[in-house]
């Protein structure tokens, strides 16, 4: 705890990008150039950006327990 705020965090290895925030679908490769793509599994258009940012809040809520996730994901707690 710093400040009274909970830092949580997440491998640099988390595939945030390249995991479907929708349905959890991991793509094998995504080139650094691609900033939209969509998820073969469930069709959802995804901007790079903002799908990277619901995963890696995901995988922060998943670790102090404050919610489910699809997705199994290991984060560090500071």
Not at 27 to 52: G, I, T
């Amino acid at each position: 705890m710093r400040k009274g705020k909970l830092i949580v965090y997440v491998s640099q290895w988390f595939p945030s990008s390249k995991t479907c925030s929708h349905c959890g679908h991991v793509l094998d490769e995504l080139d650094l150039s691609v900033r939209r793509w969509r998820c073969p599994s469930c069709h959802l258009e995804n901007d790079r950006d903002k799908n990277a940012a619901v995963n890696i809040k995901m995988a922060g809520i998943s670790a102090i327990r404050l919610g489910d996730v699809r997705q199994a994901v290991p984060a560090i707690p500071a």
